[in-house]
């Protein structure tokens, strides 16, 4: 009888053992599974989730934890079944986020329809939650692999401005690298005068291309358009300390001066510049018209007769042909008539001035 009784005691004593070894120690495969099942059940915890079983036109797919669901967009999608471990595989559930049931299993989903609304907001995949009862045991990204082609076809379609907008702020979030999209964005909110979206758009941009010279010369310029010379003058500064500063770097700084009322800060941003780039026409005119705004119509005129046989510009050439005329210098405004003839040939008045003055 003690024997036996002792046979009994190690049997319990192994027994327990190989429960204690079961639940403390993890394990793979079926066993490991088993084992997950019965500590969720024991303890009352939601149990973890294995994988995701879909249809995507018919093709069967296998989402295992941590992975994505990858589509084009044009497919029906269906959820066949969920795998977690639990005994209790019918209270799991999925859910399309904001789209479908509270429970798509079994549920066909076309995923054009999703696309199309994901992209008005801005938005390239949507969450797939797996359920156990009301506990969400797991998010699987639903991504949709959107191509440029994708935004060329859609913009082809759409006249309206505003629509063509809200796609383009899309194509541009998406492909930030395509210029093409943001150049045509960029005209559409110029045409209607939207700086502040111009200016929240190279915000952006510029967190990611803090030393792109295109993004921060706009920026730039549409903080000029606003009036907000500091700011427009903090980023002119950023490009200058890049050692990107262009003749348009300096005479964006010259007019942010203006606008602060600093006319000397302004003559010298332009000083600079023309000395840096001496064959920049638009910048010798702008230094020609401060001179003139601070009273120093000599230094101008000085300045445009200097750059006379080199420039294209209207503003230039006239000032100097009526100060020429003016001085009864008609030898020299015959000089300069003759040039601006050649340049702008449908002026008929600039003929009857050049025979007057010959």
Not at 82 to 100: M, Q
Not at 174 to 193: A, C, G, M, R, V
Request: charged share 25%.
């Amino acid at each position: 009888m003690k024997s036996r009784g002792n046979v009994v005691i190690f049997a319990l004593i192994v027994l327990l053992s190989g429960l204690i070894v079961f639940f403390i120690i993890p394990f793979s495969g079926k066993l490991g599974t088993y084992r997950e099942a019965t500590l969720s059940f024991i303890l009352r915890t939601p149990p973890k989730f294995i994988s995701l079983e879909v249809s995507v036109n018919g093709q069967p797919r296998v989402v295992n934890a941590g992975q994505s669901i990858k589509i084009k967009g044009d497919e029906v999608i269906t959820i066949i079944d969920v795998k977690a471990n639990t005994f209790f595989e019918s209270y799991l559930s999925a859910d399309i986020e904001g789209f479908g049931n509270p429970n798509d299993l079994g549920t066909a989903v076309l995923t054009a329809e999703m696309r199309q609304q994901m992209l008005a907001v801005g938005v390239k995949s949507v969450p797939v939650n797996i359920y156990y009862i009301d506990h969400k045991i797991a998010s699987l990204p639903l991504e949709f692999e959107i191509t440029e082609a994708y935004f060329v076809q859609r913009l082809a379609s759409i006249t309206d401005p505003e629509e063509r907008i809200k796609v383009l702020k899309n194509a541009v979030k998406t492909f930030p690298d395509d210029i093409s999209f943001l150049d045509e964005l960029d005209k559409l909110l110029l045409q209607k005068k939207d700086y502040e979206g111009l200016i929240a758009l190279y915000k952006e941009r510029m967190k990611a291309r803090p030393e792109d010279l295109n993004t921060l010369s706009r920026l730039s310029k549409y903080y000029l358009e606003l009036g907000m010379f500091n700011d427009a003058l903090v980023i002119s500064e950023a490009i200058m300390d890049q050692g990107k500063a262009t003749a348009v770097t300096y005479a964006n700084m010259a007019e942010a001066a203006k606008g602060l009322g600093d006319k000397n800060r302004q003559i010298a941003y332009l000083e600079e510049g023309l000395r840096l780039f001496p064959g920049d026409q638009s910048l010798t005119l702008d230094v020609g018209r401060a001179y003139e705004d601070a009273g120093k119509k000599d230094k101008a005129l000085t300045l445009y007769k200097a750059t006379a046989d080199n420039t294209d510009k209207k503003e230039i050439l006239v000032t100097l042909i009526e100060d020429q005329v003016k001085k009864s210098d008609w030898k020299g405004a015959s000089e300069t008539l003759k040039r601006y003839v050649k340049i702008y040939p449908n002026d008929k008045n600039a003929y009857a001035q050049l025979a007057m003055c010959m």
